[in-house]
């Protein structure tokens, strides 16, 4: 973005109602930064010597998998939790995919924002990858995290976003569909049934609300009661 939009911009904000340009302050850090320098490229950035936050908004909330010195609540602002992958590795294969959890763009995302010590940067990079990425269908982004507390702390925070060009993007999906996929799916992680259950009862005590899962969760239990004996 050029120095006198970026400038205009911000003097705009001045108009607005505080709680508002709290929120449009948020976005506008993630729309002054150009997307190549949030594209995490190998190299250097592997080896900082600088602590590396990570951000956690799905199974990396309840098993996160690496050393950490802090966990903190904390959100995101322009993307959102979608159940918008098809798994075809830890929940799922290609033969019978199941459904799994990336940030997709818009709206906004609370999650977990974990602190790793500098000192083990680059091996849990390699972890992340390893889990992450054994079919390259995420995007490694650094992006502004805001962590919870009075007042919020902003950190620059590794993120997985879905690669929307990826064959195993798949957008938002029926309820019905989903809940298809997911019932019938199991990989080398566990089925997916349990995968999303684990994410809502993590969410919940986090007091995080995410509709969509939540139906979702509660359709999956109501399904296997349904299949239970004497039901």
């Given at each position: 973005?050029?120095?006198?939009?970026?400038?205009?911009?911000?003097?705009?904000?001045?108009?607005?109602?505080?709680?508002?340009?709290?929120?449009?302050?948020?976005?506008?850090?993630?729309?002054?930064?150009?997307?190549?320098?949030?594209r995490v490229m190998s190299?250097?950035?592997?080896?900082?010597?600088?602590?590396?936050?990570?951000?956690?908004?799905?199974?990396?909330i309840w098993r996160p998998?690496?050393?950490?010195?802090?966990?903190?609540?904390?959100?995101?602002?322009?993307?959102?939790?979608?159940?918008?992958?098809?798994?075809?590795?830890?929940?799922?294969?290609?033969?019978?995919?199941?459904?799994?959890?990336?940030?997709?763009?818009?709206?906004?995302?609370?999650?977990?924002?974990?602190?790793?010590?500098?000192?083990?940067?680059?091996?849990?990079?390699?972890?992340?990858?390893?889990?992450?990425?054994?079919?390259?269908?995420?995007?490694?982004?650094?992006?502004?995290?805001?962590?919870?507390?009075?007042?919020?702390?902003?950190?620059?925070?590794?993120?997985?976003?879905?690669?929307?060009?990826?064959?195993?993007?798949?957008?938002?999906?029926?309820?019905?569909?989903?809940?298809?996929?997911?019932?019938?799916?199991?990989?080398?992680?566990?089925?997916?049934?349990?995968?999303?259950?684990?994410?809502?009862?993590?969410?919940?005590?986090?007091?995080?609300?995410?509709?969509?899962?939540?139906?979702?969760?509660?359709?999956?239990?109501?399904?296997?009661?349904?299949?239970?004996?004497?039901?």
């Amino acid at each position: 973005m050029r120095r006198f939009e970026e400038a205009q911009i911000w003097s705009s904000l001045a108009a607005i109602p505080v709680d508002v340009q709290t929120v449009a302050a948020k976005a506008l850090c993630w729309y002054a930064i150009p997307a190549d320098d949030l594209r995490v490229m190998s190299g250097d950035f592997d080896h900082l010597d600088q602590d590396l936050w990570v951000f956690g908004y799905g199974s990396l909330i309840w098993r996160p998998g690496f050393e950490h010195v802090e966990r903190a609540p904390a959100h995101i602002v322009g993307l959102h939790r979608s159940l918008c992958i098809y798994s075809f590795d830890h929940r799922g294969t290609p033969e019978r995919p199941g459904l799994v959890l990336g940030l997709d763009f818009g709206g906004a995302c609370r999650g977990i924002a974990y602190r790793v010590a500098a000192r083990h940067r680059a091996a849990t990079l390699a972890y992340l990858r390893g889990r992450e990425q054994t079919t390259a269908v995420y995007r490694e982004m650094v992006r502004v995290a805001w962590l919870a507390g009075s007042p919020e702390r902003r950190v620059d925070a590794l993120c997985y976003v879905v690669d929307r060009g990826h064959v195993q993007y798949a957008g938002r999906l029926p309820h019905d569909r989903q809940l298809h996929i997911v019932r019938q799916a199991h990989g080398r992680s566990g089925n997916n049934r349990d995968y999303v259950l684990e994410t809502v009862k993590s969410l919940e005590a986090l007091h995080i609300v995410d509709h969509d899962l939540h139906v979702l969760a509660e359709r999956l239990k109501g399904s296997q009661d349904a299949r239970a004996p004497g039901g």
